[in-house]
């Protein structure tokens, strides 16, 4: 399995990137891991908040292959804990998922195409994060799920 990463708009601060850096080194290890960066879009002061969410969800959804399972990172998505995560990614692999698509959508969320073209939605805490911030947060819980499926000492329980 391959797992794809979408993110809406580049990292903007050095520290979030350098923690990003640092997962997707730890993660090759494990599993192929694809990140890649949508770029935001331009000129949007003259484009209401559902015109930015139907631009970015065409942009999102050419990035998607037919066979693809697309996982929303969605504040009203379900709640994992870190093991129930990586039991989550462990039933992927064994249903023979081609590609898993991760995907962080811009400031306002996603479009209803991009809703309906979602397996499942996944939130990381009912807390709010800023959309930069979660991309470090999803990855570290993401090698968090490898190391437990291998059975490696990273997770406490």
Same mark, same amino acid.
């Given at each position: ?28 290890h494990y599993v192929p891991l694809d990140f890649k960066v949508i770029p ?21 959804? &050419? ?11 969605d504040e009203l998505g379900k709640e994992y804990t870190s093991v129930q995560f990586s039991q989550f ?26 809703? &309906? ?41």
């Amino acid at each position: 399995m391959k797992i794809q990463f979408l993110v809406v708009g580049k990292t903007e601060d050095k520290y979030i990137q350098t923690g990003l850096d640092i997962y997707l080194v730890r993660l090759k290890h494990y599993v192929p891991l694809d990140f890649k960066v949508i770029p935001e879009l331009k000129n949007t002061n003259s484009m209401s908040v559902t015109q930015q969410k139907q631009k970015e969800g065409e942009l999102i959804l &050419k990035e998607l292959e037919s066979s693809d399972k697309v996982v929303l990172l969605d504040e009203l998505g379900k709640e994992y804990t870190s093991v129930q995560f990586s039991q989550f990614i462990q039933q992927q692999m064994n249903s023979s998922v081609k590609r898993l698509v991760f995907v962080v959508g811009g400031p306002y969320g996603f479009s209803e195409e991009v809703y &309906k073209r979602a397996s499942i939605k996944i939130s990381l805490s009912q807390m709010t994060f800023s959309h930069q911030m979660i991309r470090l947060l999803f990855l570290e819980q993401l090698y968090r799920a490898y190391t437990i499926i291998k059975g490696e000492p990273y997770h406490h329980q």
